[in-house]
C-alpha cells in the first residue's frame, strides 16, 4: 500500500473566491430556444454562436422565440441568466402586427445579450394576468424570473434598441 503525501496549502480567505466559483459565475445558464433544456456557456464565448449540449441546434438565431406556454416561459424565465426581452402581443391587434418587424430586427442586434420572446396574449393568458398586462402590445424586461422594467406601445427600432440597453446595461449577468 502506497502512503498519502499531505500537503500544506495556503490559508483560504473566505470573502476570496474559490476557483471553483470563478469558473462557475464566468459560466452562463442559457436555456434552448428549441428544447427547452439549460446550457452553460462561457461567458467569453457567448458571442460564438453555440449549440445546445442536448438538440445540438442554435442557442441563437438571431429571431424573437415563441413561448406560448406557461411552463415554457417559466422555464426560460427562471432558469436563463441572461434577460428576456418579452413581447405579449396578439394576432389580432394592428400595432402588435407593426411592431412585429421591429420586434424581429432588434433580435439581430441585441442578441446573444438579450434573449427576445414573444407571447401570443390569446395562447397563455395566464401570463398576462400573472403580470398584469392591461394593453398590448406591451413589451417586459425579466431577468432571473423578476420583471425589471415594462413599456407599452408601438415604438421605432432606435427607441426600442435603446430603452433595452438602458435597463440591461450595468444589469449583473
Known amino acids: ?18 476557483l471553483l466559483e470563478v469558473h462557475m459565475a464566468s459560466l452562463l445558464h442559457i436555456v434552448c430556444p428549441h428544447c427547452d433544456s439549460t446550457n452553460r456557456v462561457p461567458r467569453e464565448r457567448l458571442r460564438d454562436g453555440g449549440k445546445c449540449g442536448f438538440c445540438h441546434r442554435p442557442l441563437y438565431e438571431g429571431r424573437p422565440v415563441a413561448l406560448n406556454s406557461v411552463a415554457r416561459f417559466d422555464k426560460h424565465a427562471n432558469h436563463s441568466d441572461i434577460p428576456l426581452l418579452v413581447d405579449f402581443w396578439a394576432t389580432w391587434c394592428g400595432p402588435c402586427r407593426a411592431m ?3 420586434f424581429e ?12 420572446i414573444k407571447v401570443d396574449s390569446d395562447a397563455a393568458p395566464e401570463l ?7 394593453s398590448i402590445p406591451t413589451l417586459m424586461l425579466v431577468h432571473r424570473g423578476r420583471e425589471i422594467a415594462r413599456t407599452s406601445g408601438l415604438m421605432p427600432l432606435p427607441q426600442l434598441l ?9 444589469m449583473k449577468v
Open 1 to 18: 500500500m502506497m502512503p498519502i503525501k499531505a500537503t500544506r496549502q495556503a490559508p483560504h480567505h473566505p470573502a476570496a473566491p474559490s
Open 100 to 102: 412585429a418587424p421591429i
Open 105 to 116: 430586427q432588434a433580435a439581430t442586434q441585441l442578441e446573444p445579450d438579450v434573449r427576445l
Open 128 to 134: 398576462l394576468q400573472r403580470f398584469s398586462i392591461q
Open 162 to 170: 435603446a430603452w433595452t440597453r438602458e435597463h440591461v446595461d450595468g
